[in-house]
């Protein structure tokens, strides 16, 4: 099968979404399909051989955060050139309505099309508004999916129709197989957490930590936190107390190696993050290092921890809470034993190749959909197919 996957957010800064795409091309690529990427990126970014830079981005705020977009002309011939160099038997677009390549491409193309919604937000005001606009460009869409409940409902709300909930992908052994770093592991005197994130964020949560965590050391004086991301470390550290700080290592950002690693050796992996979180796979990927997990009770994070049983929660937003929590595991080895064992287990229902069976089941439903349209004088709708397809394999 010859697929394109258009990924909306700039390819020369770390993201969810950029590395589900990624993440889905070379498991594609490597069961033997044709894969094309196009995405924005940097001129002299290194990219992957299967990737098409789509040109430079520029920096945007939306849903709460900062996105690099590329949009206008130039990009526009770029994304039809690279339509018609592909012949591919579908696209799937990931964030089709986000103003980037991803509505471009959704505008451009005449071969079948899938789109992943990745965005969280019931109450987005540019949802609403964006709507009369895109909606004849939605109607192209053969097959919808979602990567949380949450991420349904946004668009169940915004947009109408349905959409066929599959998860975001972790490659389950790559955390579970990593070699735990002495210099990161924890003690029984001296334990060790980590948060992994854009720390200069709010609503990655960094606040809510740095707050509780005086009432921590005062319980275990010997904790450290391990931060990893990109950000500005003075400006966090101004933030925290000198006890605080004097517990914090910065590891500026990190790759995918030593983030596994990371995860590997820590004892608690805490996510404060306050809102805006459709799915949360940095807790898969602490799960599948069997580290504990401690988040913020956001539905999303909720859905993934399996109603709280394969990982603890803290009311969101509550400092309090986190530290109440926190100690509470850090001074229990058993409960943050079978916290890390229920959590290690949940965490092979998001392994890649659960999730590319289930995305591959929705492209041939698609491309099977469009091959009989092409004999009927009008294209049916496949979504009732498509959700059928993804109970069925779950």
Known sequence: MRVGLVCPYSFDMPGGVQYHVRDLAEILLARGHVVSVLAPADEGTTLPDYVVGAGRSVPLRYNGSVARLNFGLMTNAKVTGWLERGGFDLIHIHEPITPSI????????????????????????????????????????????????????TVTTHFGGD???????????????AEPQEQWQGTAERPTIAFLGRMGEPRKGMPVLVGALPQVLRDVPGLRLLVAGPGDPDEIRSTMTPEVAAATEFLGAVDDLDKARMLRSVDVYVAPNTGGESFGIILIEAMSASAAVLASD???????????????????????????????????????????????????????????DQIILVYETVCEAAAVARTMPSNPSVIGRILRAGRASS
């Not at 965005?119 to 609403?128: F, G, H, I, K, V």
């Not at 229990?332 to 959590?343: F, H, P, Q």
């Open 102 to 153: 991803g509505a471009l491409a959704l505008w451009a193309a005449s071969c079948p099309i899938v789109a992943t919604f990745h965005t969280s937000n019931l109450r987005s005001r540019a949802m609403q508004v964006s709507y009369p606009f895109v909606r004849s460009s939605l109607e192209k869409i053969s097959g919808r999916i979602a990567v949380s409940e949450d991420a349904r409902r």
């Open 163 to 177: 959409a066929v909930v599959i998860p975001n992908g972790v490659y389950v052994d790559r955390f579970a197989d």
């Open 298 to 356: 956001l539905p999303a994070f909720v859905r993934v921890l399996d109603g709280g049983s394969a990982g603890a929660t803290f009311r969101n937003e509550d400092p309090g809470d986190l530290a109440a929590r926190l100690v509470e595991l850090l001074r229990d080895g058993d409960l943050r034993a079978a916290t890390a064992a229920a959590g290690r287990a949940r965490a092979d229902v998001f392994d890649w190749s659960v999730v590319t």
